[in-house]
Structure formats: structure tokens, C-alpha cells
């Protein structure tokens, strides 16, 4: 069975400083999605990023941007120039690229950002 | 706007009682998910749908009843066999196919 673990329940940043946050993966399919999801507050899951496991290069969105190490089975998440918004739970999803449409969740990373 | 949406908000039950909760979307989706989140904890599926009239149970379906009768709505029951209901739940959907999920704003249900 796939499973998605985040090994850092909180994690603690400066503001305009940069981030990291960790995910590892466990399955036996060659093809996959891998996501992060960012919940506010408000917990309104939003997405922040999508990588394809069959695309090598790594996927960037504005101030974000992950680091898929495939082999290792690792999905970071890193966050550039923080800022007090991005203070939230972050959680790492995957799902197999086909049959099942399951989606499967890390427990999330906590992210406080200091001003 | 399309979009996902979940009523109510707030939702208090007492205990012993059935009580459902409400997800459409307009998004056009074939699939779509409940979730439960508790405090400090990840996502856990309870029951997802592929396509109309075919659900399938998720990791803690048991005391939880759905229907997908509509494509747009998938309403989730919480039955009085669910031995601690109070959580947050969280409604998704996905296009087959696609590979992005998207949520709605979520329920709080409380068991006063």
C-alpha cells in the first residue's frame, strides 16, 4: 500500500527568509502525481503545487518550488522569501496515475513564520 | 463561480441522532470525496465515488453512509454508529483523468 509520510510536525521560519519542508513516498508504481496543499486558518485546502512522476524536471510556482528525488522517493517542498501569509498546515498528497483516483495524505507540517 | 460548496458550516448533533452532510459542485467532476480531519491530524478518506451510482469505502468508512444519485451531489451521513463524529469534514472532487483534487470549505460537526 502507497503511504505518505511528513517527518516534520512544525517547522519555524523568518520572514523573507526560505524554507524547506520535507515528504517521503512509499509505492511500487512507476507512474504517479505527487501535490502540496496548503490549509490557512480559514482551512480552505488550497493547492500549491503539482509535480508528474514520469516528468523529471522539477515543478515551480512563483515563490515555490519542490526537489522530486524519484529513486529516493522524496518530494520537498521548498518556500522562498516567506511571508506572514504563508503561515499554515502544508500537507503532501499523492495519487497513482491511474485505476484508483485515491488520493493519498501526509499528517502535514505545521509552518509558522516569524516577522 | 464554479466551485464546491458544503453546508452547513456549523454543524451540532445530538447523540444518537443520523445527520447528513451536504457537497455539490458545479465543476463538472466524475469523482468526487469525503473527508475526516480531527485536530492536528492529516486527511483520512472515508468514502469516495468515481461516478454516479457507484461509491466506494475509504480507510474509516465505518459509520458513515453516502449517495451519489447526481453527479454534482454527494452527500455524506453520519450515522449514530460513528462512536466520535465531532471533526471537521472536508468535501472534494477531481476530474477523471486529471489529476487535481479541489476542496470545498469543509463542515464542522460537533456532538453535543
Known amino acids: 500500500a502507497q503511504t505518505v509520510t511528513q517527518s516534520q510536525p512544525e517547522m519555524s521560519v523568518q520572514e523573507a527568509e526560505t524554507v524547506t519542508l520535507s515528504c517521503t513516498y512509499d509505492?511500487?508504481?512507476?507512474?504517479?502525481?505527487l501535490f502540496w496543499y496548503k490549509q490557512p486558518p480559514s482551512r480552505q485546502m488550497i493547492l500549491v503545487i503539482r509535480?508528474?512522476?514520469?516528468?523529471?524536471q522539477n515543478a515551480t510556482e512563483n515563490r515555490f518550488s519542490v526537489n522530486f528525488q524519484k529513486a529516493a522517493k522524496s518530494f520537498s517542498l521548498k518556500i522562498s522569501d516567506s511571508q506572514l501569509g504563508d503561515a499554515a498546515m502544508y500537507f503532501c498528497?499523492?495519487?497513482?496515475?491511474?485505476?484508483?483516483?485515491?488520493?493519498?495524505f501526509g499528517t502535514g507540517t505545521r509552518l509558522k513564520v516569524l516577522a | 463561480d464554479g466551485g464546491i460548496t458544503q453546508s452547513p458550516k456549523y454543524l451540532f448533533r445530538k447523540e444518537g441522532q443520523n445527520v447528513t452532510l451536504s457537497c455539490e459542485q458545479n465543476?463538472?467532476?466524475?469523482?468526487m470525496y469525503w473527508y475526516r480531519q480531527d485536530p492536528g491530524q492529516g486527511l483520512r478518506l472515508i468514502y469516495y465515488?468515481?461516478?454516479?451510482?457507484?461509491?466506494q469505502k475509504g480507510d474509516i468508512a465505518e459509520g458513515y453512509s453516502v449517495s451519489r444519485e447526481k453527479k454534482e451531489s454527494f452527500p455524506l451521513t453520519v450515522t449514530s454508529a460513528q462512536k466520535n463524529p465531532t471533526a471537521f469534514y472536508l468535501c472534494?472532487?477531481?476530474?477523471?483523468?486529471?489529476?487535481?483534487?479541489?476542496f470545498g470549505p469543509g463542515t464542522r460537526l460537533t456532538v453535543l
Open positions: 509505492t511500487s508504481e512507476s507512474d504517479y502525481y
Open positions: 472534494a472532487s477531481s476530474q477523471t483523468g486529471a489529476d487535481t483534487q479541489y
Open positions: 465543476l463538472n467532476h466524475d469523482a
Open positions: 465515488s468515481q461516478i454516479v451510482n457507484d461509491f
Open positions: 498528497a499523492y495519487r497513482r496515475s491511474s485505476g484508483t483516483y485515491k488520493y493519498i
Open positions: 509535480q508528474e512522476a514520469y516528468k523529471q
